[in-house]
């Protein structure tokens, strides 16, 4: 599984990992281009109704994630419907180490997923503010519907301070190696066979990072909200 990181803005709390599949986000992509950016290939078909499946979780927070995903399918035309069958194509587990989604319809793919085992974990949310919580929900169900990461844009022109980040992301909670934050934070789609809008800050779908990650200082505050090009993006792909 190809981990994403969530930071805070100020980057002193990365606050969790998540996580998209490497081999069916790089290596089964099939010439294809990420789309705000996004991929195609792991659209669902546009009309789609999306079983969401709770492994677990008060009633309660499962309510605040699914009105802060809903934010997604008052622009898309898609629809997540709650239900207590575990064969559902969203299947979300607040237990874990970190905060991860499948891309689009590789959660149908079995050697990656179980059978009802959890294609989505919100760790953070059981504990997370109402903000982080509308910000998890959003951005992990971003990715369900086959979303990729802004920053990974064909459009994104970040000069990354790369062995600052390194070292940040080796650290706790991530852990990771230095191929992963290549996979994760460095890498970027290429823009022939990728849909992409012009390189939106204020996506939901970028991760937050502090000014001592880029050469030139820039940073971008984690979003909580749709962005205006979010939505536009929602409905351009699945219209
Ligand atoms: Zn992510």
């Not at 669902?44 to 995903?69: C, I, K, Y």
């Not at 790369?162 to 852990?175: C, F, I, R």
């Not at 990728?194 to 200082?217: A, C, E, K, N, R």
């Amino acid at each position: 599984m190809l981990p994403c990181i969530e930071s805070t803005p100020n980057g002193e709390h990365i606050a969790a990992a998540e996580r998209i599949d490497p081999d069916n986000a790089f290596g089964r992509r099939r010439g294809g281009g990420f789309e705000a950016a996004g991929d195609p290939t792991f659209f669902w078909p546009n009309g789609s109704t999306l079983r969401v499946f709770f492994l677990d979780g008060e009633q309660s927070l499962r309510e605040r994630v699914m009105a802060a995903a809903g934010a997604w399918t008052e622009h898309a035309n898609l629809r997540f419907r709650v239900v207590d069958s575990a064969d559902a194509e969203i299947r979300v587990t607040f237990q874990g180490a970190e905060n991860s989604s499948a891309l689009g319809v590789t959660a149908l793919d079995q050697r990656d997923y179980a059978p009802g085992a959890p294609t989505m974990i919100l760790a953070e949310v059981p504990w997370a503010t109402p903000g982080r919580v509308d910000r998890l929900a959003r951005h992990e169900f971003g990715h369900a519907i086959g979303l990729v990461h802004e920053h990974s844009s064909p459009a994104a022109g970040i000069r990354w301070n790369k062995p600052v980040v390194y070292q940040a992301l080796a650290g706790p909670p991530n852990y990771w190696k230095p191929e992963v934050v290549d996979s994760n934070v460095f890498h970027r789609y290429a823009a022939g066979a990728t849909q992409f809008t012009s390189f939106d800050p204020d996506s939901v779908m970028i991760y937050g990072f502090p000014p001592s990650w880029t050469l030139d200082g820039l940073t971008y505050p984690e979003n909580s909200e749709l962005s205006a090009m979010d939505k536009k993006f929602a409905r351009r792909i699945y219209p």
